[in-house]
């Protein structure tokens, strides 16, 4: 099965790549002006779903283009078949395939593709955390001032007051730098892989998330939710770190002091 899903993250992977080659065509916007779909979203998810549906007829599927609602039983395939749409149809080249496989709701294996670095991130529950077949491990940084971190901000920043602007502003000036790359998937990758410290993201989707915890977990570190349980499916809110106490602990009390004056803690 990981074989398979590497394999096709690969294959969606080079279609990604070409399509960048050629410059992306914009299908339409979603919810707002900043929420794009590509041509190229839409052909990698059918390559994936037919494989899947191929090679695992009675597997659920569910992703960002796809899917009314996330069934809660049984295997369940989670894919964002181009995860930086906006990056991607801008041409700035940092994007990804997402493929991950829920049993239960628990995130069981992951794969994560990066086409322009040639890069492929797996990890399976128990079985450890891979790049490009080399062993993945979070980082050991423990101090807040040493450290290098990545966010995100959700579609509806512009409307919504809880739009992350709060805990940038307090995180940037306490570390050596935060990263907006613009693929949630590659952010959580490069902390499994400790190249970042740690992530935080206010109204992250299933479809980000998904592969990216099985790693981070598997590579010794921790996926949870601002509330501090850790992160499930339905989780609007991610804060992954290398799972240093003392760096952990920074980044909590962190959001917590950054998100006090908010109105809601959504």
Same mark, same amino acid.
């Given at each position: 099965?990981?074989?398979?899903?590497?394999? *096709?993250?690969?294959?969606?992977?080079?279609?990604?790549?070409?399509?960048?080659?050629?410059?992306?065509?914009?299908?339409?916007?979603?919810?707002?002006?900043?929420? &794009?779909?590509?041509?190229?979203?839409?052909?990698?998810? =059918?390559?994936?779903?037919?494989? &899947?549906?191929?090679?695992?007829?009675?597997?659920?599927?569910?992703?960002?283009?796809?899917?009314?609602?996330?069934?809660?039983?049984?295997?369940? %395939?989670?894919?964002? !078949?181009?995860?930086?749409?906006?990056?991607?149809?801008?041409?700035? !080249?940092? +994007?990804?395939?997402?493929?991950?496989?829920?049993? #239960?709701?628990?995130?069981?294996?992951?794969?994560?593709?990066?086409?322009?670095?040639?890069?492929?991130? %797996?990890?399976?529950?128990?079985?450890?955390?891979?790049?490009?077949?080399? =062993?993945?491990?979070?980082?050991?940084?423990?101090?807040?001032?040493?450290? *290098?971190?990545?966010?995100?901000?959700?579609?509806?920043?512009?409307?919504?007051?809880?739009?992350?602007?709060?805990? +940038?502003?307090?995180?940037?000036?306490?570390?050596?730098?935060?990263?907006?790359?613009?693929?949630?998937?590659?952010?959580?990758?490069?902390?499994?892989?400790?190249?970042?410290?740690?992530?935080?993201?206010?109204?992250?989707?299933?479809?980000?998330?998904?592969?990216?915890?099985?790693?981070?977990?598997?590579?010794?570190?921790?996926?949870?939710?601002?509330?501090?349980?850790? %992160? =499930?499916?339905? #989780?609007?809110?991610?804060?992954?770190?290398?799972?240093?106490?003392?760096?952990?602990?920074?980044?909590?009390?962190?959001?917590?002091?950054? =998100?006090?004056?908010?109105?809601?803690?959504?």
């Amino acid at each position: 099965m990981l074989h398979f899903t590497i394999e *096709l993250a690969h294959r969606a992977g080079e279609l990604l790549r070409q399509g960048h080659e050629n410059g992306a065509a914009l299908v339409h916007t979603k919810q707002s002006t900043v929420d &794009l779909v590509t041509e190229t979203d839409l052909a990698s998810e =059918r390559l994936i779903i037919d494989a &899947l549906r191929r090679e695992y007829p009675d597997h659920a599927i569910y992703g960002e283009e796809s899917g009314d609602v996330l069934p809660s039983s049984g295997p369940v %395939w989670v894919i964002d !078949p181009l995860d930086g749409t906006t990056n991607f149809a801008h041409g700035f !080249p940092v +994007f990804s395939v997402s493929i991950a496989l829920l049993v #239960d709701s628990q995130p069981v294996l992951g794969v994560i593709r990066d086409p322009l670095r040639d890069d492929s991130f %797996w990890a399976e529950r128990g079985q450890g955390a891979w790049r490009n077949g080399q =062993r993945m491990q979070v980082s050991s940084t423990a101090e807040l001032g040493r450290s *290098l971190l990545a966010t995100g901000f959700a579609y509806d920043r512009a409307t919504n007051p809880d739009n992350n602007l709060a805990e +940038f502003s307090y995180f940037m000036p306490k570390t050596r730098g935060v990263r907006r790359a613009g693929s949630a998937a590659l952010d959580m990758a490069w902390v499994a892989c400790g190249w970042l410290d740690g992530y935080w993201e206010r109204g992250i989707n299933v479809w980000d998330a998904a592969a990216a915890v099985v790693m981070i977990r598997e590579a010794g570190g921790l996926a949870m939710s601002y509330s501090g349980q850790p %992160w =499930r499916p339905g #989780d609007r809110n991610m804060l992954a770190s290398n799972g240093v106490q003392t760096m952990h602990d920074a980044l909590v009390t962190g959001l917590r002091s950054a =998100r006090a004056g908010l109105p809601s803690l959504t």
